[in-house]
C-alpha cells in the first residue's frame, strides 16, 4: 500500500511518502490511522488528533469510516483552509 504525506503531516512524520503492508484485520480508514500512529514517535506526534486528518483513497476524499480493501494509494493530510 502507497501511503502519501501532505503539508506538516509529512514534516511531522519526515518523509513525503512510502510504500507498507498492512496486517490483517486493519479495515477502515480509522483503523489505518490508529495503526499508524503506534508506528513511532513521529507518526503518533503527526496524528495525534486524527479526527482531523483527512484522507483521500485513490484520489478521493473519504470518511474516516471508509473501507481500505482495494486501495492503491491512501493520502493523508491536514484540514484545508480557504481564502
Excluded at 55 to 60: G, S, T
Excluded at 66 to 71: R, T
Amino acid at each position: 500500500m502507497k501511503l502519501i504525506y501532505f503539508a506538516w503531516v509529512r514534516e511531522r512524520i519526515g518523509k513525503a511518502e512510502e510504500v507498507v503492508d498492512l496486517p490483517a484485520g486493519l479495515e477502515t480508514v480509522s483503523d489505518l490511522l490508529g495503526w499508524l500512529r503506534e508506528r513511532g514517535e513521529e507518526y503518533e506526534n503527526a496524528l495525534q488528533h486524527p479526527e482531523v486528518i483527512r484522507v483521500a483513497i485513490n484520489q478521493e476524499h473519504v470518511a474516516h469510516g471508509e473501507k481500505i480493501a482495494g486501495a492503491n494509494e491512501i493520502a493523508l493530510f491536514p484540514p484545508m483552509t480557504g481564502g
